[in-house]
């Protein structure tokens, strides 16, 4: 135990509740319903004509309700505190699943359905960021440590690489346990649509048992307190903004009426002025484009190439949409599984790996900088592949040293953008009426230390909240910038990979991390020209 509490601020329930609760299961009903909702589409509402453009339509609302959902998450987060917004986001998606299987047509019904299960992972996800920082460094003895310069034995590197190990077993969790549970209905005697009805309402079940395990395990979270879903409309807790606007005499009506954008605008203008929330957001948005490019420009590229070679055989299920490559081109779905399975399998194999080094190297972020380089020579060499096949006349076993380069990239991003996102949260300059307690004295003294130089560029006397104020409203940018990658990736790699070659969207993945690697090595270069 007392290990822990050296590295923790966070009770060891509170670890593990975030651990195996908040950050598999943020994967686990995204995966779930991804993989299934074609089967609602076809067996439950009975659309077979279009049902590729319908699933499609489908993914794009949620991720552009997602974009905009997720920064007011974190922006709420910080008002009524993350257990709440776990809390919430769980039940939103066990009742998102419960309203999917209601639906009798894609529009509006579906649509709805989907949006709502949208606002709640949007929720959970955004809460992945937040709650880290809170869990591994968010009192007097975080403090002290930011402010002394000692940040080599700061836990939240070493814990991200857990996370991205954790979320990875989430989709383990839906791949294992839920997706096969229609299946097992079918063999009990249900119809298809009554087997798929009772797979969500089970999945429901197991976000409502999450969501109680969060509103339990999350309690007393350190510098949580009083944040509850009255602090919305009551003035018990009087916010910070107000107290510093009274203080330097400002006008407080923007400040409190529309803490959203203050926040907000905080949060983004943060990531022009420290280096590490900067190559955090950054690294968001390649993380969430990986994730991406391997799940559906992979096997998109193996099924091209398939039927360009004329390898499917001819014969693919009758009345199947050519985009359906598990029925469609069967032998072209088993490649694509190995090989996206095998780069999952490494991510997953490296996450804790990925979360050591940074550890050891938070100055300059190198893990982050290698992994980004392992992306540019991975994608680079998938795009230039004759063949993705393994065997055959054209084929290469170097494809699973290609998927083991892409595979680390994108777990590399992953943690590591969590990683330095979370210290750099850490580091910011906590002003001095903020806190209060038995070490007030201490981080008094550092505070006036640091009220010479103004956090965000800004007029003397307008200081930023404290991370434990702002972590929300971070956690939600980083958020936003992973849906604009994957917005991004989709829609440009998709264009391209019809205009100009299968390839175009590995090329694509292959800039995003090289303007990392160029992002990190500037930062590295600052860093050690002021030391």
């Known amino acids: 135990m007392a290990s822990q509490r050296s590295m923790f601020t966070a009770s060891r329930i509170q670890t593990l509740t975030y651990l195996l609760g908040v950050c598999p299961f943020s994967i686990t009903f995204l995966v ?26 489908l993914g794009f609302a949620d991720e552009l309700l ?15 505190g993350v257990r709440q917004v776990c809390t919430a986001g769980y039940t939103i998606i066990a009742l998102a699943l419960v309203l999917f299987v209601q639906a009798r047509n894609v529009y509006p019904q579906l649509l709805l359905g989907r949006l709502l299960f949208s606002l709640g992972g949007a929720a959970v996800s955004t809460m992945v960021t937040a709650v880290l920082p809170v869990v591994t460094g968010n009192g007097p003895r ?8 000692s940040t080599a034995n700061a836990p939240s590197s070493r814990l991200a690489g857990f996370v991205g190990m954790c979320a990875g077993c989430g989709a383990l969790v839906s791949l294992v346990v839920l997706l096969p549970l229609p299946a097992h209905f079918q063999q009990r005697g249900f119809s298809p649509p009554e087997a798929i009805q009772y797979s969500y309402y089970t999945a429901a079940l197991v976000a409502l048992l999450v969501s109680a395990c969060c509103f339990i395990g999350l309690r007393d979270l350190p510098g949580e307190d009083g944040k509850t879903w009255t602090s919305l409309w009551t003035a018990s807790q009087p916010d910070i903004q107000t107290s510093i606007a009274r203080k330097h005499s400002y006008p407080t009506l923007i400040k409190v009426r529309m803490p959203y954008l203050y926040r907000f605008g905080s949060a983004i203008a943060l990531g022009f002025h420290n280096g590490d ?6 690294g968001g948005f390649v993380a969430r484009a990986s994730s991406v490019g391997i799940s559906l420009f992979i096997p998109l590229f193996v099924n091209n190439y398939y039927r360009r070679s ?27 599984s190995i090989l996206t ?9 490296a996450a804790p790996a990925f979360g050591f080094l940074s550890e050891k190297s938070q100055r300059y972020h190198v893990p982050l900088l290698v992994a980004c380089v392992a992306g540019v020579v991975g994608y680079l060499m998938l795009a230039l ?9 054209r084929g290469n076993p170097g494809i699973f040293i290609v998927m083991a380069l892409v595979g680390i990239s994108q777990i590399g991003a992953i943690v590591c953008s969590l990683s330095v996102l979370s210290n750099g949260i850490l580091s910011l300059p906590i002003p001095a009426e903020t806190d209060s307690g038995p070490d007030n004295e201490r981080i008094s003294t550092t505070a006036q230390e640091s009220e010479q130089q103004p956090l965000l560029g800004t007029p003397a006397g307008r200081k930023q909240e404290r991370p434990a104020d702002l972590k929300g409203s971070i956690a939600g940018v980083y958020s936003l910038f992973g849906g604009a990658g994957i917005l991004l990736l989709t829609k440009l790699g998709g264009l391209l990979f019809d205009a100009l070659s299968s390839s175009a969207p590995f090329y694509i993945m292959a800039g995003f991390n090289s303007v990392l690697v160029v992002v990190g090595v500037i930062s590295a270069l600052v860093i050690h020209l002021r030391s």
């Open 32 to 57: 779930f319903v991804n993989s299934s909702i074609s089967f609602v589409v076809t067996d439950m509402i009975g659309l077979h004509d279009g049902e590729g453009d319908a699933v499609g339509t």
């Open 66 to 80: 997602a974009l905009a959902a997720c920064p007011v998450w974190g922006v709420l987060s910080d008002q009524i």
């Open 142 to 149: 975080s403090v002290e440590r930011v402010h002394l310069g």
């Open 277 to 282: 929330i900067l190559i955090g957001y950054l």
């Open 310 to 336: 004329g390898l499917c055989d001819g014969q693919p299920t009758e009345g199947t949409n050519p985009g359906d490559i598990k029925r469609s081109c069967p032998k072209a779905y088993i490649l694509a």
């Open 341 to 349: 399975g095998v780069s999952q399998l490494i991510a997953l194999i």
């Open 385 to 393: 592949l004759p063949s993705p096949d393994f065997n055959g006349e």
